[in-house]
């Protein structure tokens, strides 16, 4: 994944996120055993704030609604137990640049101004997953 969000109701397999560089992804740990099959070279695992879980409820309930899905719509209805164990999976690299353009743009920037600044300013951080 390169760019996006990607929401996971399930439960995946072994390596998740190995090459993923941008996007996000949220992921219903319901076990609590997540980490152990996520690949963690290039993405950090956070705790969704309060803004992704409006997003998350918001797009699970667009899947519920146009796929008719009881998981989507079961963990709508029981929304305070399954909240708090969603993981986001956020890819180093990519939360470096969005940092950037919020810099850029807090710096009075926009449009290609600001990307171009972020991207500037991240092609010289040596904390970079790909280095150079």
Not at 11 to 28: D, E, K, P, W
Not at 77 to 86: E, T, Y
Request: with cysteine; glycine share 12%.
């Amino acid at each position: 994944m390169t760019g996006g969000k990607v929401v996971i109701l399930g439960t995946t397999g072994r390596n998740f996120a190995a090459g993923m560089s941008g996007g996000v992804a949220y992921i219903l740990d319901e076990k609590g055993d997540f980490a152990t099959r996520c690949n963690m070279q290039m993405v950090a695992l956070e705790k969704p704030d309060a803004t992704d879980l409006a997003d998350l409820r918001t797009i699970i309930g667009n899947h519920a609604i146009n796929t008719r899905s009881s998981r989507g719509a079961g963990i709508l209805a029981d929304w305070d137990r399954f909240a708090p164990k969603f993981v986001k999976v956020m890819p180093k690299d990519y939360k470096r640049v969005l940092q950037a353009i919020q810099k850029a743009q807090a710096d009075g920037l926009t449009g290609d101004d600001a990307l171009n600044a972020a991207f500037q300013m991240n092609s010289k951080d040596a904390a970079r997953v790909g280095g150079g």
